[in-house]
């Protein structure tokens, strides 16, 4: 059993993203560990915990479990439970590089169909990174 409070950074999923649920866990873990909260080898909640914490199906969480495996991001020791790897940090940064260049792709499209100019959508990202407590 999971013998820590369940980390803020893992507080939350959405069935109104376009990203499925069990990605949304997986860029979750990721953006933890990007941030310093959660650390190659801390462990993380079981599937049942994670599922119930996030009030989603156990085969979404067990899905992002395959998933953050598979990406070897943690580790699996049965009777023990699920700890983050000691690759999990470079492995966390190339997952969230990689839904947030396909966030930013369909953003620009989006301002790019708006008729937005580049000088426009520069000046809109200057303007947000400008912006105070932009976490």
């Known amino acids: 059993m999971y013998q820590k409070e369940i980390p803020a950074c893992l507080g939350s999923v959405s069935t109104k993203e376009p990203l499925p649920i069990y990605r949304q866990i997986v860029f979750l873990v990721a953006l933890c560990l990007l941030s310093g909260t959660l650390q190659p080898g801390d462990q993380l909640p079981s599937t049942r915990e994670l599922a119930r ?5 156990m085969n979404t ?12 991001m943690i580790t699996v020791q049965r009777g023990v439970g699920v700890f ?47 912006e105070p407590n932009r976490k």
Do not use: M, W
């Open 53 to 57: 914490h996030l009030k989603v199906n």
């Open 61 to 72: 969480a067990a899905r992002a479990y395959r998933l953050l495996k598979e990406k070897n």
């Open 84 to 130: 983050l790897s000691d690759q999990a940090i470079e492995k966390g940064k190339a997952e969230a590089f990689a839904q947030i260049h396909t966030a930013f792709r369909k953003s620009l499209a989006d301002a790019l169909k708006a008729g937005l100019s580049e000088n426009e959508i520069f000046d809109l990202i200057r303007s947000l990174l400008a």
